[in-house]
């Protein structure tokens, strides 16, 4: 089995789409509308076969921004997209410099030898960046 995508509902996919692209490098790949529901999307392809969907649908509301990890977790559904990076500390003040939020700045994570930073995008999604060697459990 393979992760294929994670899809995220945003509220400006212009923006979103622009950001994402800016603060990541994604490519813009598969552009699409579902006219019958009021839906716009694009697949943002990244580096190592990530793949993130952003999916607009007018009337859409985002639930409570959350401050901190763990009140992320008051809501439930997926509570954030996390991206192993080489360089936690380059890479969220790469983020930060293209306008993510700061939740957390990066700090060593309860995995020993690994640190770990959270950050929202402009819509007040949770991003984790953590910078382990490997898959998880590898």
Known sequence: MHLDH??????????QTAWYSTAFGFGTA???EVAVAGLR?????GPDGVALELLERAGSTHPPVATT???ALLTQGWGHV???VED????????VDAGAGVVSPPAPA???????AFLTDPEGNLIELLDRPHAVGG
């Open 82 to 84: 996390c991206f192993r």
């Open 110 to 116: 309860p995995e020993p030898g690994v640190r770990f």
């Open 88 to 95: 936690v500390d380059r890479t969220f003040q790469h983020l």
């Open 69 to 71: 990890p763990p009140d």
């Open 30 to 32: 598969l552009p699409f």
């Open 6 to 15: 994670v899809g995220l509902s945003v509220a400006s996919l212009d923006a």
């Open 41 to 45: 999307g694009v697949f943002l392809l």
